[in-house]
């Protein structure tokens, strides 16, 4: 009876990938040390396996290719002799193009390629010590992107689907088992809350007791189920690891750089959606130190360095943050380039970039279009940049530092979460508003007196290990003006890092340290930069992530706070807006809005509570919600027309739903603006406010 082949291609598929990847791994390690005939053993091992699974799904060509690269190593085993350098490039090549014929076998080819006598022709020169090539021309490209994504495509069952995921049966029954377990303390809690009805009151501490227990338990239990289901996005780094150090040993040898790759394997998952996008990252991270980095065997040598560069790939994980560095011995970064090339580029800024330090040049090198090199590469001019890189790790929410000494190598350190679904975040306090700051962004927390601070040209600094620190006053972008004039001598100072730049910014409070969820931006605000997103707090107020790179791209653009006016209340805006609304998530951000835009914003829950605030303050425009417990926006917008003090106050009403008889009763109750909350947009909102101020 014959074999429907078709029931096992898929494992054939796999299984020849498996092999290739052995082999490939096999060629690094026979590349690196010079003693290489113990891996000859292991090479014909592999060959052979996928020589026979090919001849028996009958796929001729790539049995035939796997028999003569056999017949290749079985001479030099049995000259016992040390595999050659060039016959390891041969053995990668040939690797390189049955990779491709793999791909194409699972898109329906019949596993037939046009380089096969090409193939064979050199694989036989090698065999007669005759000159051979060892490359082969594949369908496949070689720029950052295409590498990835072809990575992306091996990991198909993984990668393919954005929605889908493959998930272990034992991970389903972990999450089950722990479900099991928080069902079976919800309902001994609800027992114990019945008991505590009827019981005196000695017995009703001991049930308090347990109940305080069982809400911990519960707790822990809800976490572990959290923690569980975030799990199930996780896939093994190691997935991406080898097809990388495959593209980037082919390079080098195009290149003819001599150069040993360190990257070993690694056991540590992380989130899907992050590991999609890294490929390309760390595909441009090494090839930067292949092209710029390594130098020349006879730049090296005179620069008493040993001939063999050295680049690393070390994946590692501390807590829930995954730290990734690519790591080479080379020229290391020239600062004095970068600031000439600065210099070139930005004229208009001479006067910063003559001034700027090791750390403040870094900057530019993450700049679109930003390279020190005077002649462009073919490997240079066909990846992504590292202003792309930059982007894509803002993205992740992840972090870049950059470790360099010119003559002895450079380092680029990645920092990313484990997981999308859960960020660590520090809760800070300013003028009675909550702002959440990522953790991988803090470098410090202090608690400095007043005269701690130093008084330099450009403001005021700390010293924090020995490293001048500019400082601000989150007030400069908060755009706050009701802070109360407090004095104290203790001012809490958060240490930001980001690109290896480092400011201080002052807060009133330090709240505390959590794992929060983050909720997208409102769509509203989806291009205000200032945030990254949302997050809830226990009392499920809205609280905005604050955009740190962005914030200090702002803080550089404006003048620094004077540390003599800490305790004096700061001036006030120029005009102040009162925003009515019964919902705390709209009122919070229109607020936001309207402060980015610099406005003097306070808020008012309903109608009775506004009144009570135009009493107190004299404010420049209101922007009221039009139904609202208590006294709605009509009622307020009436007591607003009939008192002398007020009348002349311009107010924007702003309703769920249009309706023709809700704007004809505004206009006549005298409002000049009507917004409708499902066509709002923040534009729309600041242009018929400045309109309305006449600015």
């Not at 891996?39 to 026979?52: A, D, N």
């Not at 930059?390 to 993205?395: G, K, L």
């Not at 959590?514 to 509203?524: A, D, Q, R, S, Y």
């Not at 499920?540 to 003048?559: A, C, E, H, Q």
């Amino acid at each position: 009876m014959e074999i429907d082949k078709s029931l096992f291609i898929a494992d054939y598929i796999s299984e020849a990938r498996e092999n290739l990847d052995a082999i490939d791994d096999i060629a690094f390690q026979a590349l690196k040390e010079t003693r290489n005939s113990g891996f000859l053993k292991e090479i014909l091992r592999y060959l052979h396996t996928l020589k026979g699974s090919s001849r028996m799904m009958e796929f001729t060509q790539i049995e035939k290719v796997m028999n003569h690269l056999e017949s290749v190593f079985k001479t030099i085993d049995s000259n016992q002799t040390e595999i050659p350098a060039k016959i390891i490039q041969l053995l990668m090549g040939v690797s390189q193009i049955i990779h491709d014929v793999i791909d194409q076998i699972e898109d329906g080819s019949d596993g037939t390629f046009a380089e096969y006598e090409n193939v064979l022709q050199n694989i036989d020169k090698a065999m007669e010590d005759g000159d051979f090539q060892t490359e082969f021309k594949t369908s496949r490209v070689s720029t950052e992107e295409d590498i990835a994504e072809e990575i992306v495509e091996r990991n198909s069952e993984y990668f393919r689907d954005s929605n889908t995921i493959k998930v272990q049966v034992s991970q389903i029954d972990s999450i089950l088992q722990s479900l099991d377990k928080l069902i079976m303390r919800q309902i001994k809690l609800k027992n114990e809350i019945e008991t505590l009805k009827t019981k005196d009151d000695s017995a009703g501490f001991q049930a308090y007791q347990e109940l305080s227990e069982n809400i911990t338990v519960l707790e822990n239990q809800s976490v572990d189920i959290q923690k569980n289901i975030i799990s199930l996005r996780m896939l093994p780094f190691d997935m991406i690891l080898m097809p990388i150090k495959r593209s980037i040993v082919s390079e080098a040898l195009k290149l003819g750089k001599n150069i040993d790759f360190d990257i070993p394997h690694s056991e540590i998952t992380i989130d899907k959606a992050i590991l999609e996008r890294l490929p390309a990252i760390l595909i441009h991270l090494v090839r930067n130190s292949i092209d710029h980095g390594i130098e020349a065997v006879e730049e090296r040598l005179k620069a008493g360095k040993p001939e063999k560069g050295q680049i690393s790939v070390s994946v590692s994980q501390v807590s829930n943050r995954i730290f990734i560095t690519v790591k080479d011995d080379g020229r290391g970064i020239d600062y004095k380039k970068i600031k000439e090339k600065a210099l070139a580029l930005f004229p208009e800024r001479e006067a910063e970039i003559i001034s700027a330090d090791d750390n403040e040049l870094l900057q530019y090198i993450f700049m679109s279009g930003f390279s020190t090199k005077d002649k462009q590469t073919e490997l240079s001019g066909r990846g992504i940049g590292l202003d792309v890189v930059r982007s894509e790790m803002d993205h992740l929410k992840g972090k870049i530092s950059v470790y360099s000494e010119l003559g002895k190598g450079s380092t680029f350190e990645l920092s990313l979460p484990a997981s999308l679904a859960t960020q660590d975040g520090l809760f800070v306090s300013v003028s009675d508003n909550s702002y959440l700051i990522l953790s991988h962004y803090v470098k410090e927390i202090l608690t400095v007196q007043k005269s701690d601070f130093l008084r330099l040209q450009h403001g005021p600094v700390l010293n924090v290990h020995n490293e001048l620190v500019p400082v601000y006053d989150f007030d400069i972008i908060n755009a706050k003006s009701e802070k109360k004039a407090v004095a104290r001598n203790e001012i809490s100072v958060i240490i930001l890092e980001y690109l290896n730049r480092k400011i201080g910014v002052m807060v009133d409070k330090v709240l505390h340290y959590g794992t929060v969820v983050i909720k997208p931006v409102p769509p509203l605000l989806k291009d205000f930069n200032a945030l990254q997103g949302v997050v809830f707090d226990e009392n499920y107020r809205i609280i905005p992530v604050l955009n740190i790179p962005d914030t200090i791209k702002r803080f550089k653009t404006t003048n620094v706070y004077d540390v003599k006016n800490l305790e004096v209340r700061k001036m006030p805006k120029i005009h102040s807006i009162l925003v009515v609304d019964d919902s705390h998530t709209t009122r919070h951000i229109e607020q936001i809005i309207l402060e980015a835009e610099n406005y003097n914003v306070s808020t008012a829950v309903d109608g009775i509570d506004a009144l009570e605030k135009l009493k107190e303050h004299r404010f420049d425009l209101v922007i009221t919600d039009v139904k609202m417990p208590r006294m709605d926006g009509f009622v307020l917008l009436h007591n607003i027309r009939h008192k002398d003090e007020l009348k002349d106050i311009p107010v924007i009403m702003i309703s769920s739903v249009f309706e023709n008889d809700t704007l004809d009763k505004a206009t006549k109750l005298g409002a000049q603006g009507y917004i409708v909350k499902s066509d709002f947009e923040r534009e729309s909102l600041t242009a018929k406010v400045k309109e309305l101020l006449h600015e």
